[in-house]
C-alpha cells in the first residue's frame, strides 16, 4: 500500500453515463496525476496538479473528460457520455516536488468497464 | 520522454535464477529513468531509479545498469523470487533534464517466476 487511495476500484457503467472516480494522495504530496492505461500498454499521462493549479493535460484528454484539484487534497475525474472506448484502468499518482528528484507513487487504480 | 521501450513482452525464469529485463530509449537527451513493478490489480510500484550521471544503481536484490552509448538500460534481479512475477516498466520524464512532471512508459515485460 503506498498510501494513494483510489474510490472506486471498479465501475461498470452503460455507454453514455457520466462516471466520477477519486483519488487521495499521500497527504503532504503537492503533485497529483492521472493515467489511463489499457490491456498489454504501459500508463498513458492524462493530466496533473501542482496543488489546486491543473498544470498540464495530455491531447488524450478529450472535452468528455475533466478533472478537479478543488482544495489541493483530493482529485476527481469525471468522464462524461462514456463510451466503449473509455474502458480502462485509471490510475492516480501523487509526489512531493523537491529539488532533487520526484517519485509518483500509484494508488491501485480504478478499472472501467463501459458495456 | 516518449522514448522509451522495452525489449521482450514476456521472461520467464525458475526460482533463484538471476533475471535480466531490457530497456531501450531513443532521445539521447533523457536523463533520468525509473523502474516500476506492476502487480496483477494494482497500481505500479516504484523500484529503483538511474540518473544519467551514474552506470550503476544497486538496490535491494535490483541493479540497474545503464549504457548511454547505445541507449540502453537494465534492470536485474538476484534470485527470482515467485513473487517478482509482474509486469515491468521503465519510464522517464519529459525530454528537458527535469526529472519532475509526467512519466512515459514502455510496453512492460511480464515476469513469470516458475518453481
Known amino acids: 500500500d503506498t498510501g494513494v487511495s483510489q474510490d472506486p476500484r471498479h465501475k461498470i457503467t452503460k455507454r453514455g453515463q457520466n462516471v466520477t472516480f477519486r483519488c487521495d494522495p499521500i497527504?503532504?504530496?503537492?503533485?497529483l496525476y492521472w493515467y489511463r492505461q489499457t490491456l498489454g500498454q504501459g500508463p498513458e499521462f492524462l493530466t496533473y496538479?501542482?496543488?489546486?493549479?491543473?498544470?498540464?493535460k495530455s491531447r488524450l484528454l478529450s472535452d468528455r473528460f475533466s478533472a478537479e484539484r478543488p482544495k489541493g487534497s483530493f482529485s476527481t475525474l469525471e468522464i462524461q457520455r462514456t463510451e466503449q472506448g473509455d474502458s480502462a484502468m485509471y490510475l492516480c499518482?501523487?509526489?512531493?516536488?523537491?529539488?532533487?528528484?520526484?517519485?509518483?507513487?500509484f494508488g491501485p487504480g480504478t478499472r472501467l468497464l463501459v458495456l | 520522454g516518449e522514448s522509451v521501450g522495452l525489449h521482450l513482452p514476456t521472461l520467464s525464469v525458475q526460482e533463484g535464477d538471476n533475471s535480466i529485463i531490457n530497456c531501450a530509449y531513443s532521445?539521447?537527451?533523457?536523463?533520468?529513468f525509473i523502474w516500476y513493478k506492476q502487480e496483477s490489480g494494482k497500481g505500479p510500484q516504484f523500484i529503483i531509479d538511474i540518473r544519467s550521471n551514474m552506470d550503476k544503481r544497486q538496490g535491494q536484490r535490483v541493479t540497474v545498469l545503464l549504457n548511454k552509448t547505445v541507449k540502453h538500460l537494465s534492470l536485474q534481479i538476484a534470485a527470482t523470487q515467485p513473487g517478482d512475477s509482474a509486469v515491468y516498466f521503465c519510464?522517464?520524464?519529459?525530454?528537458?533534464?527535469?526529472?519532475?512532471?509526467?512519466?512515459?512508459f514502455g510496453r512492460g515485460t511480464q515476469l513469470t517466476v516458475w518453481p
Open positions: 496538479f501542482q496543488n489546486e493549479a491543473q498544470l498540464e
Open positions: 519510464a522517464d520524464p519529459p525530454v528537458g533534464g527535469s526529472t519532475l512532471g509526467r512519466l512515459y
Open positions: 497527504s503532504e504530496h503537492n503533485r
Open positions: 532521445n539521447s537527451a533523457s536523463d533520468y
Open positions: 499518482a501523487s509526489s512531493l516536488e523537491t529539488d532533487i528528484q520526484e517519485t509518483q507513487y
